[in-house]
C-alpha cells in the first residue's frame, strides 16, 4: 500500500434496537468487539471497528439503537447513537429484514431527514425474512426517506457482506489510514471485559433479568506469569434480581463467570481468573460514575 492510493473514511452504523448493527460490525471487522444478544438495547455505547479491504481503512462506528428514552440512561444512549453518526462519510441504516415499517424505524427515519450524509439502506436478516414481506419493507422506506443505495444482506451467516464491505471500500475518501494495520477497535480491554459478562448475563437470563443491571471492572491486572486477573461488580437495582443472577447455591453466577471467562481467553489468548460478585444499588442509573464506567456522557 502506498499514501498516494490508500483510502479511509467513516461508517455510522445506524437503526433501531435488535437490527443486527453489533453483529454487522463484528463481521465486517473480522472478530469481535461488540457484544450481541437477542435482548434490545443490548449495546449501550458507541464503539469504533476498523475494517480492511485491499488499501482502504473503513472505520465503523457501532452505535446504540435509537428508540424513545424515558430515563437518564436512555436518554444518554440515544445521545450517543446521534452523535455517533456525525460527519461520517456514509450513514448506514440497518433494518431487520423481518421487521414491519412501524413507529421504532420511523423514528430512525426522521433523524435522518435533513442530513447531508451519504445514506444507505442496508436490509438484514434476508436469510429468515420472507421475500415479498422484505420487498414491501423496502418500498415503505424508500418512500418515506430516500437512499443512494440498498443492500440485502445476513449479518449472522454472511449473505451479502462481502458485496456491502466492497462497495463501502470504494465510496471512502483517497486518505492516509487513520489507524494501525493491527488495530480493530478503541474498546478498551477493560470495559470489552465487563461487557463481555454483560453480554452472559443477557444470554443466559434473557427472560428473567430486565434491563436493571450493569457490570464495573473494579480490577484489571496482569500476573507475573502473563494471565490476566479481573475483578467485576455486577449493579442491580433490588435483591431479587441480585438473586436470580446468583442462582440456587450460587450456580448461575459461576455458569456466567466461566463462560465469560473462556470468552476472554479466547479473545485475549491468555489465561484468566475472573472474580464475580453482585452488589445491589437502587438508582444506579443516577450515578455519574456509572457513565463513566461505560463509555457514556453524562445527559440532563
Not at 445521545?79 to 423481518?98: H, N, P
Not at 489510514?177 to 477497535?185: L, T
Not at 486477573?229 to 433490588?238: A, D, G, S, W
Not at 448461575?252 to 470468552?263: D, M, N, V
Request: charged fraction near 30%; proline fraction near 4%; aromatic fraction near 4%.
Amino acid at each position: 500500500m502506498t499514501e498516494t492510493n490508500s483510502r479511509c473514511g467513516t461508517v455510522a452504523i445506524i437503526g433501531a434496537p435488535n437490527a443486527g448493527k453489533s453483529t454487522l460490525v463484528n463481521a465486517l471487522v473480522g472478530q469481535k468487539i461488540a457484544i450481541t444478544s437477542p435482548k434490545a438495547q443490548t449495546t449501550r455505547t458507541k464503539i469504533m471497528g476498523v475494517a480492511l479491504h485491499e488499501e482502504t481503512q473503513i472505520i465503523l462506528i457501532d452505535t446504540p439503537g435509537i428508540f424513545d428514552p424515558h430515563r437518564r440512561l436512555d436518554r444518554a444512549m440515544v445521545a450517543a447513537a446521534k452523535e455517533g453518526s456525525v460527519d461520517a462519510d456514509i450513514i448506514a441504516l440497518i433494518v431487520d429484514g423481518r421487521a414491519g415499517a412501524g413507529p421504532k424505524i420511523e423514528r430512525v427515519l426522521n433523524t435522518l431527514e435533513h442530513r447531508k450524509e451519504k445514506k444507505w439502506l442496508v436490509l438484514n436478516k434476508v436469510d429468515i425474512a420472507r421475500k415479498d414481506k422484505l420487498l414491501a419493507l423496502t418500498d415503505k422506506i424508500i418512500n418515506h426517506q430516500s437512499f443512494d443505495q440498498i443492500f440485502y444482506i445476513s449479518a449472522e451467516t454472511g449473505d451479502g457482506l462481502e458485496e456491502f464491505k466492497t462497495a463501502l471500500a470504494v465510496e471512502m475518501p483517497l486518505s492516509p489510514w487513520h489507524f494501525p494495520e493491527e488495530q480493530v477497535s478503541d474498546v478498551s480491554e477493560r470495559l470489552l471485559a465487563a461487557e463481555i459478562t454483560r453480554e452472559q448475563l443477557y444470554r443466559q437470563l434473557h427472560q428473567e433479568l430486565p434491563y436493571a443491571c450493569t457490570v464495573e471492572t473494579e480490577k484489571y491486572n496482569e500476573r507475573t506469569d502473563g494471565s490476566i486477573e479481573i475483578h467485576q461488580q455486577i449493579l442491580v437495582e433490588r435483591p431479587t434480581q441480585k438473586a436470580i443472577i446468583l442462582g440456587k447455591g450460587g450456580s448461575q453466577i459461576k455458569s456466567i463467570g466461566e463462560t465469560a471467562r473462556k470468552e476472554l481467553k479466547d479473545l485475549m489468548q491468555t489465561p484468566v481468573h475472573l472474580y464475580l460478585h453482585v452488589k445491589v444499588k437502587p438508582d444506579w442509573d443516577e450515578d455519574r460514575s456509572v457513565y463513566n464506567d461505560i463509555g457514556l456522557d453524562w445527559v440532563e
